[in-house]
């Protein structure tokens, strides 16, 4: 089973400053089959990025996806009050697993 | 969209099924997933659906416990979970993915409460 991890845990941010999310595998993933989901409190996930670096549709600029291999990066520029969540990867290429998930707070 | 039903409360060792209605295509258009998420914790994959074919695969933490079926009659998938301890509340979101695998369609979850 292919194991994701996620860092850090909380990442403490204010408004208008970016964000970088970690997620590594514990083995190589075909960047086409990793995606990145953000959940807020009482929702469903929703797909931000899918194939690595794929905006889904309806995801503002300010998401970016980047990464091959076995390391990943999710990129919120300038944080709007709405991307306070906990953003969670996963991987596709071998069955499916998510990251424990990063939770980004207001600081 | 995908349609879910709110809460479910079960004793334990009960048997619960969960519906999942697609609206807006057909279930026979794509692979239905199950994801379960329990209190204050994360995303966990359950199992998939191919509805062409009722072919089904699980995670091996379910397997034997769960069983995913389809009534393409009513577009509607089930998850049913069986021999219900309290490990297994939570709540169960179905997904489909209709571009890439990613799941970029998700209902709107169930909760399920194992307790007597």
């Known amino acids: 089973e292919i194991v994701l991890t996620q860092s850090p845990v909380t990442l403490s941010l204010s408004p208008g400053e970016s964000a970088t999310l970690s997620c590594r595998a514990s083995?190589?993933?075909?960047?086409?089959?990793l995606a990145w989901y953000q959940q807020k409190p009482g929702q469903a996930p929703r797909l931000l990025i899918y194939?690595?670096?794929g905006r889904a549709t309806g995801i503002p600029d300010r998401f970016s996806g980047s990464g091959s291999g076995t390391d990943f990066t999710l990129t919120i520029s300038r944080l709007e009050p709405e991307d306070f969540a906990v953003y969670y990867c996963?991987?596709?290429?071998?069955?499916?697993?998510f990251g424990p998930g990063t939770t980004v707070d207001i600081k | 969209q995908l349609l879910q039903s709110g809460a479910e409360v079960k004793p334990p060792g009960a048997t619960v099924k969960i519906p999942c209605k697609v609206s807006?295509?057909?279930?026979?258009?794509?692979?239905m997933h199950w994801v379960q998420q329990a209190p204050g914790k994360g995303l966990e994959w359950v199992g998939l659906?191919?509805?062409?074919?009722?072919?089904?695969i699980y995670a091996e933490k379910f397997q034997g416990r769960v069983t995913i079926t389809a009534d393409t009659s009513t577009d509607t998938a089930y998850l049913e979970v069986r021999r219900l301890r309290s490990e297994d509340t939570a709540v169960y979101y179905c997904?489909?993915?209709?571009?890439?695998?990613?799941?970029?369609?998700w209902g709107q979850g169930t909760m399920v409460t194992v307790s007597s």
């Open positions: 807006g295509y057909s279930l026979s258009d794509y692979h």
């Open positions: 194939g690595a670096s």
């Open positions: 659906l191919v509805p062409e074919d009722g072919k089904t």
């Open positions: 996963q991987q596709y290429a071998t069955s499916f697993t």
């Open positions: 083995q190589f993933i075909s960047s086409r089959h």
């Open positions: 997904a489909t993915a209709t571009g890439t695998d990613a799941f970029d369609i």
